[in-house]
């Protein structure tokens, strides 16, 4: 038979082509542990993207509870804030409460200083926490000794220091007799009228707005009953 061959004569051609049995035998061998490790790693890729494949539904349900847990962090967050302001609304009033029925504040005064947030104008306050502001009604009472103080302090400073001057002077300290009602001018008989016209109608702006008018000694004659005006103001805000 043409294709058939002796062992002899395979031997004799590998012989020939210069192919060590050895060498052969060793190839092979090379190739079954190369493709061994072939198939560990495929085994271990094939693992690896199932593993991926069930952490991925984890990772997106972790992904979840994140953004659950910032919502209601958030949440909490807010109702703290607006339970804070609840409770500073409570102590502003009960302040204003205090203030308006006169007498000292100083206890309310310092609950609403215990929450409140930083700017909040109360250093106003506290000159008169111990007495109390004055009213209204109270204003109203004591503007009449306070026009007086500031005709007298504007007559003192127009007078020509002449002897005439000085009796005539004197003499409105002791009869006044001074306009009233919405008086046309600027001279400070004029700007008392329209201060207490604006006092009357309870306009507190209006009246430090008048008083602007005021100059020299009327004005100095002035600012102690303008800054309870003020502090007032401050509260009523």
């Known amino acids: 038979d043409a294709l058939s061959i002796s062992?002899?004569?395979?031997?004799?051609?590998?012989?020939?082509?210069?192919?060590?049995i050895k060498t052969f035998l060793l190839d092979q061998s090379a190739l079954a542990d190369l493709r061994s490790g072939l198939d560990d790693r495929m085994g271990?890729?094939?693992?690896?993207?199932?593993?991926?494949?069930?952490?991925a539904p984890l990772a997106a349900e972790l992904t979840g509870i994140k953004g659950e847990l910032a919502t209601v962090v958030e949440r909490d967050k807010g109702r703290e804030q607006g339970a804070s302001r609840i409770l500073l609304s409570l102590e502003l009033a009960n302040l204003k409460r205090a203030i308006d029925r006169g007498g000292s504040f100083a206890s309310e005064l310092a609950a609403v200083r215990r929450i409140a947030p930083e700017g909040l104008p109360l250093a106003t306050l506290d000159a008169a926490a111990g007495s109390g502001l004055p009213t209204q009604q109270a204003l109203q009472g004591s503007f009449q000794p306070a026009a007086r103080a500031i005709l007298d302090a504007d007559a003192v400073t127009a007078t020509d220091g002449s002897f005439i001057g000085t009796l005539l002077s004197g003499a409105r300290s002791v009869i006044r007799v001074r306009k009233t009602g919405e008086v046309a001018g600027e001279?400070?008989?004029?700007?008392?009228?329209?201060?207490?016209?604006r006092l009357q109608a309870g306009d507190l702006e209006g009246?430090?707005?008048?008083?602007?008018g005021l100059?020299?000694?009327?004005?100095?004659?002035?600012?102690?009953?303008l800054q309870q005006i003020a502090t007032r103001l401050t509260v009523d805000r």
Do not use: F, H, Y
Not at 44 to 49: K, W, Y
Not at 189 to 195: D, G, K, S, T
Not at 215 to 225: E, F, H, T, V
């Open 207 to 212: 009246v430090l707005s008048e008083a602007d």
């Open 187 to 197: 001279d400070a008989e004029a700007v008392v009228a329209r201060m207490e016209s």
């Open 215 to 225: 100059k020299g000694g009327a004005r100095a004659a002035a600012d102690p009953w």
């Open 44 to 55: 271990a890729l094939v693992r690896s993207e199932q593993v991926t494949a069930l952490l």
């Open 7 to 20: 062992d002899a004569e395979l031997w004799q051609a590998m012989q020939t082509r210069s192919i060590p």
